[in-house]
């Protein structure tokens, strides 16, 4: 596949490095904003202007595939779309930073004015996620399934959790829930009944919505629902991110250190108390009694500043802690120094390009662990010839999580058996996706 990218930013850096050992990847941006990391990967770079016509012939946007602008400027970004879209059938993917620009774009959506095919704001996708991740108490991460009848729940092993030390055999799990992977020393895998629940284990459990309520009562009995949070950034994942809270009853606050933007958010938000302050001024947090709150969200802009402001408000007590974090490499670290949750909005947005665009072939409906982990869907064709979960012999290693069989959903055992046209929901690692895939075409 042939993609070119307009913009040698960060995002575009992360997306060449990406997919460029199995795609052919084109940049196009001024010399200036070439980096080192960019001359270490096997692309083409050509300075010019994404949006100039000659620059995006000399890119061969005739054979392109995929167009990305991700340039730092939301209105070169829709330009070089629309120039794009009349000189090639190229899918256009433009990044977009302002929420005005998301308002108009989505007005064009569905309409004869459509000329650009998928516009990505990465912290309204931050903003989501971090919504799905507060809603369910000690969740690190959450994806809902089969209209939300059933779903995708990870939660890490701490010293008083009920698994830690028991073998998955040994624990009685609820019915119609599934323990698909684990993630230890960030290297995900598929466990086996003999697998040992250690110490900060990431476990990811898939299975009936209710069912796994259940479950959840059970390994966190002193969680209660979530009902009182802060968030120290107010931009636009902050208000977005308070606004959600306000819709399902959660006592919001704001701590926001530009006195104009309280007024702003003041104005916005109607039930979020809206304090002028510094986040990282723990005589404030102290003040505002942070150590009683059910989580803190740390969204500015700046990761040195999430990192203080994060490990601050878990020293003074606060239950949970969920940190925005610009640069993807960074997460690791935020996790080991105690941060409950790191999220990056560039890594949502790579996502939603690889899940969306680039492997097509591969129905994918969610990624975990920073894309090692997929869950993919493949249908059970006609000749398929009826046999039991168990007498499947996947190429690689792969968990079916959900049957779906008409309206019917089917949190699957060994004994289940798998029929022609069933829609399966599939659990397996990032490298052996595709091999799942093809065995249900043979």
């Known amino acids: 596949m042939k993609i070119v990218i307009f913009g040698a930013s960060e995002i575009g850096c992360l997306i060449a490095t990406e997919f460029f050992e199995?795609?052919?990847i084109t940049i196009i941006d001024k010399d200036e904003n070439k980096t080192g990391a960019l001359d270490r990967l096997d692309i083409i770079y050509i300075a010019g202007n994404g949006s100039n016509i000659n620059t995006l012939k000399s890119a061969n946007i005739d054979d392109a595939d995929i167009f990305i602008a991700c340039s730092c400027f939301d209105e070169a970004n829709i330009v070089a779309c629309l120039t794009v879209s009349r000189l090639s059938d190229a899918k256009t993917v433009c990044f977009v930073s302002k929420p005005?620009?998301?308002?108009?774009?989505?007005?064009?959506?569905?309409?004869k004015y459509e000329m650009i095919d998928y516009v990505i704001w990465p912290e309204q996708l931050l903003t989501q996620e971090i919504f799905r991740i507060i809603t369910v108490p000690e969740a690190v991460d959450v994806e809902y399934f089969a209209s939300g009848k059933a779903r995708l729940l990870e939660y890490r092993i701490k010293e008083d959790s009920v698994l830690l030390g028991k073998k998955i055999k040994e624990y009685p799990f609820v019915e119609n829930?599934?323990?698909?992977g684990i993630t230890r020393d960030c290297n995900l895998f598929i466990p086996d009944g003999e697998t040992e629940f250690l110490l900060n284990d990431k476990v990811i459990l898939m299975g009936y919505s209710t069912s796994l309520d259940i479950l959840a009562n059970r390994l966190f009995q002193n969680s209660e629902k979530i009902k009182d949070a802060t968030i120290i950034g107010g931009g636009n994942v902050g208000l977005m991110l308070a606004q959600n809270l306000e819709k399902v009853g959660i006592r919001t606050k704001i701590i926001e250190q530009d006195y104009k933007r309280c007024e702003d958010l003041t104005e916005e938000l109607k039930n979020t108390l809206v304090l002028y302050g510094d986040g990282t001024n723990i005589e404030l947090l102290q003040q505002e009694d942070v150590s009683d709150d059910d989580v803190v969200i740390s969204v500015t802009n700046n990761d040195e500043k999430n990192l203080l402001c994060s490990l601050l408000s878990k020293q003074l007590g606060a239950k949970r802690v969920i940190t925005r974090v610009s640069k993807s490499s960074n997460i690791p670290l935020f996790e080991k120094v105690g941060i409950d949750v790191a999220i990056s909005p560039k890594e949502a947005a790579i996502h939603e390009i690889k899940n969306n665009l680039i492997d097509t072939d591969v129905a994918i409906l969610a990624t975990v662990e920073s894309g090692q982990g997929r869950i993919i869907e493949a249908v059970v064709p006609d000749t398929f010839i009826p046999r039991q979960v168990m007498d499947l012999k996947f190429p690689a290693k792969a968990l079916i999580a959900i049957i779906q069989r008409g309206a019917k959903v089917i949190i699957p055992k060994g004994n289940t058996v798998v029929?022609?046209?069933?829609?399966?929901?599939?659990?397996?690692?990032?490298?052996d996706s595709q091999k799942i895939k093809e065995y249900f075409k043979k």
């Open 100 to 111: 005005e620009y998301i308002e108009s774009l989505t007005l064009m959506k569905n309409t």
């Open 419 to 431: 029929q022609p046209f069933d829609q399966l929901i599939i659990f397996t690692k990032d490298e």
């Open 22 to 24: 199995d795609h052919d």
């Open 177 to 180: 829930t599934l323990v698909v």
